[in-house]
């Protein structure tokens, strides 16, 4: 079975600076996705950036980024320029591309980032 | 367009009383998904519906749990009798497809069992 692990359950960091959230997963499989998803206080969770684990070049979205590893199974979040709207609680999943597997999502236990004035 | 939507935002029961969950998914998203947080710990799958049929239900902790999707629109999830080990925030997610379609969440239901 796949698992994900957020070793950092909070992170803090001051407006305009860059943090990196850190995830780390374990499959046997050789083709899958990865997410971050953010769930802002009080709000509904949302899709921040995603990973197909074939492609070779990170993924970026605006001022978010990741940094993939797939033989060290690795994958954290870079986000520069950090704007207060970007504190929330910020979760890793995994999902397998498998056709026959299934479609659920795995989930580590999520980091709460802090965003300082 | 209206994202997913889930009733009541929010239930205090008592154990052994039943509640019933509901999820409304993104007009037109066949596929749709129940997650559970409890406290503490990671989000996890207890089912996947494809339109009204249950496409995966192996994270299902039991048999007091029933999931339905009449006719392939809203969801319902029942817990009875209901547990302390229940408690905990109930998230449904609907998508248009599988792969790499994206996941979209509701808002959750915090279910407290006392």
């Known amino acids: 079975a796949q698992t994900v692990t957020q070793s950092q359950p909070e992170m803090s960091v001051q407006e305009a600076e860059t943090v990196t959230l850190s995830c780390t997963y374990d499959?046997?499989?050789?083709?899958?996705?990865l997410f971050w998803y953010k769930q802002p206080p009080s709000r509904q969770m949302i899709l921040v950036i995603r990973q197909e684990a074939y492609k070779q070049q990170n993924a970026t979205e605006n001022r978010f980024s990741v940094n993939f590893q797939k033989a060290a199974k690795s994958f954290s979040l870079k986000i520069s320029d950090s704007q207060l709207g970007d504190a929330a609680m910020y979760f890793c999943?995994?999902?397998?591309?498998w056709g026959g597997g299934s479609e659920k999502l795995v989930f580590g236990k999520g980091t709460k980032l802090t965003v300082n004035p | 367009e209206a994202g997913v939507t889930q009733f009541p935002s929010h239930s205090v029961i008592e154990k052994g009383q039943t509640v019933t969950l509901r999820c409304d998914p993104i007009s037109g998203h066949d596929n749709l998904y129940w997650y559970r947080r409890v406290m503490g710990k990671e989000i996890k799958f207890l089912l996947h519906?494809?339109?009204?049929?249950?496409?995966?239900e192996s994270g299902m902790p039991n048999n007091r749990f029933l999931a339905e999707r009449t006719g392939g629109t809203y969801s319902t999830l029942k817990v009875q009798p209901a547990e302390l080990e229940d408690s905990g925030v109930y998230f449904c997610a609907s998508s248009l497809g599988t792969g790499t379609y994206e996941q979209y969440f509701g808002p959750g239901t915090r279910l407290t069992v006392t």
């Open positions: 999943a995994y999902r397998s591309a």
């Open positions: 499959t046997s499989e050789s083709d899958y996705y």
């Open positions: 519906f494809v339109k009204e049929s249950k496409q995966d």
